[in-house]
């Protein structure tokens, strides 16, 4: 297994304070290599310092248009957000929306710009892309985001390409719907890998996490790691810092089991002995 590399990503850097202590003690005390920044976050001011502190951890842009909040003002975005500048929470019907209404097109390419800009003037090199419930995959997302990686220098993706079949050998239940997520979002990533070959982008050969979003956890971090066989892969998971609070909500503690799986000493052991060596997007197109 010596010649697989494998990124460690933890997504919605900057969405609160727990989340960035997650990502940052994930990275220097466990086998985060890598996160994507949410620039609208409650805590991006505080993500940026923290990155600036640990200049080694990769930061991606984490894109949003849905279920979070805009860069620019709802008078600028009007059918893109509501009177909060808050995107849509329901994602079919914002989908289709940004697919077949020219308005919101058009208003997505300002947004997205405006969150780039974001980025780029935090004074953060942009590792990667990627998007918040995989919304960059989305056609008309997914070629403004190429439009603008190659206009900021950036020229790595993610596709979220999980293998199903191995999905389902660790949890078989609601099996019909990964089928149907697997049948969508291979049709997906395929369009994706195309277009990103042809415009010189890399990306691994296959993203871990998407079947189990939600449930990620050291067992299966763990059962993943002896089973790796493509040779670049990313395991993203959703970290977070939570004390020990008796009132405290499922999705916390989820968050709470997705940070200590990162520091988990036989996650790390286990990395050590397979001899995979640990990497980030922008190292993808190095020898390995």
């Given at each position: 297994m010596g010649n697989i590399r494998l990124i460690v990503n933890a997504d919605d850097f900057g969405a609160s304070e727990e989340v960035n202590e997650g990502v940052i003690r994930g990275f220097r005390e466990g086998v985060l290599t890598s996160c994507s920044l949410i620039v609208t976050g409650d805590a991006f001011v505080q993500a940026v310092q923290l990155a600036r502190?640990?200049?080694h951890l990769a930061v991606g842009i984490h894109l949003v248009v849905v279920s979070g909040r805009s860069v620019?003002?709802?008078?600028?975005?009007?059918?893109?957000?509501?009177?909060?500048g808050c995107f849509s929470n329901q994602p079919v019907l914002a989908g289709m929306k940004y697919y077949f209404l020219p308005q919101a097109r058009q208003e997505l390419k300002?947004?997205?710009?405006?969150?780039?800009?974001?980025?780029?003037?935090s004074g953060l090199r942009c590792s990667h892309i990627d998007g918040h419930w995989h919304f960059h995959t989305h056609p008309v997302i997914f070629d403004l985001a190429i439009r603008m990686g190659k206009q900021y220098g950036v020229r790595q993706m993610r596709v979220p390409e999980d293998?199903?079949?191995?999905?389902?050998?660790?949890?078989p239940s609601s099996s019909a719907q990964k089928r149907l997520y697997g049948i969508v979002f291979k049709f997906l990533c395929n369009y994706m890998r195309r277009h990103l070959s042809q415009e010189g982008f890399s990306c691994t050969d296959r993203v871990y996490g998407f079947f189990e979003t939600g449930r990620m956890n050291s067992?299966?971090?763990?059962?993943l790691l002896d089973r790796l066989c493509s040779e670049t892969n990313e395991i993203y998971l959703h970290p977070a810092y939570h004390r020990n609070d008796p009132t405290q909500t499922a999705a916390k503690n989820q968050c709470l089991a997705e940070y200590r799986a990162l520091v988990d000493e036989r996650v790390i052991r286990r990395i050590?002995?397979?001899g995979i060596h640990l990497t980030t997007y922008?190292?993808?197109?190095?020898?390995s």
């Open positions: 502190e640990n200049p620019l003002t709802p008078l600028e975005i009007p059918s893109l957000v509501d009177n909060k300002k947004e997205l710009a405006a969150q780039f800009e974001k980025f780029h003037t293998d199903l079949a191995l999905a389902l050998r660790f949890d067992t299966y971090f763990l059962w050590r002995q397979l922008e190292a993808l197109s190095s020898p």
